[in-house]
């Protein structure tokens, strides 16, 4: 991704740390796992940011008056929400500075992405640079075929990021107006992977027809069912086996 020189300093490199895997040498800017033990920093992220997240994200509106408890509750509820839609912390210099989490996506081929990043590191790139890495991780680690946004038209910061990073506008919704500044008039901005095998694509997805989710969801489905079966005649193959005294690795 081709940037500017700027005058601000930018986020150079990320570095994503899974909650399995031990501490090692850091990028600018870590994303991990956050719970409950963050609740203390997401409350002065979102007190930093107040009038700023809630802009366009209706619940912030009043996060910065949220008690502890309240941080708690939503970091736990996003903290429980099943792979392939996790979150993450961002931390710059060991300070929580924002928040990116995966979301359902329009179908079973697609995931959404949210963000918000800390108001007292606004523009230097931090949204831009984390987003380009969950696409990028989204296509070629999770086997999306395409990421989308849904962006306030009104919400000309998201739409940078968003054209940054390659995402082109395919749909025009209305929806009830989200957060103090938000239009209620949407767009929905998408990014195809370049492996993409199922034939989706941005014109698809602006005539609003998916001929190809009938066939890929059928190849999703054989493809469980083999896996399904093999699991049966493995078990089956050790039964029989453990029988004759043999004992084999499966
Ligand atoms: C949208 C958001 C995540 C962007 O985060 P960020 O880390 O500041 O993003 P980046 O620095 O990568 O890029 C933002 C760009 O928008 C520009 N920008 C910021 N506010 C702007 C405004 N009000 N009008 C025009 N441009 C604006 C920045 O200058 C920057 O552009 P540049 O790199 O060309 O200078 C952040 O503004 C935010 O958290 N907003 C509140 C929550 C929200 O709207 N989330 C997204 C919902 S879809």
Not at 43 to 65: I, M, P, R
Not at 176 to 201: D, E, F
Not at 208 to 227: G, K, M, Q, R, W
Request: proline share 3%; charged share 20%.
């Amino acid at each position: 991704m081709s940037r500017k020189s700027k005058t601000k300093p930018r986020v150079k490199k990320i570095v994503e740390i899974s909650l399995n895997s031990s501490p090692f040498d850091a990028g600018d800017i870590v994303l991990k796992s956050v719970g409950p033990m963050d609740a203390i920093a997401h409350k002065k992220l979102c007190q930093s940011s107040a009038n700023y997240l809630g802009n366009f994200l209706g619940w912030a509106v009043d996060a910065h008056n949220w008690s502890l408890k309240q941080h708690i509750g939503w970091l736990t509820r996003h903290m429980k929400i099943a792979q392939p839609y996790e979150s993450y912390g961002t931390f710059y210099n060991d300070n929580l500075v924002g928040f990116f989490s995966y979301f359902v996506g329009t179908s079973f081929l697609t995931t959404q992405i949210c963000y918000y990043v800390d108001k007292r590191m606004a523009g230097k790139g931090i949204a831009s640079e984390v987003l380009e890495t969950l696409v990028q991780k989204a296509f070629y680690m999770k086997g999306f075929e395409a990421v989308e946004l849904h962006i306030d038209v009104d919400n000309i910061a998201s739409q940078k990021v968003t054209k940054r990073v390659g995402f082109e506008p395919v749909q025009d919704y209305r929806c009830a107006r989200s957060g103090k500044k938000g239009s209620g008039k949407m767009q929905l901005w998408v990014k195809i992977s370049p492996t993409a095998t199922s034939g989706i694509s941005l014109d698809q997805y602006r005539s609003e027809s998916f001929d190809y989710l009938a066939p890929a969801y059928l190849n999703y489905a054989v493809a469980i069912h083999a896996i399904n079966s093999i699991k049966v005649l493995a078990e089956e193959l050790k039964a029989y086996l453990s029988g004759t005294g043999f004992s084999p690795k499966i």
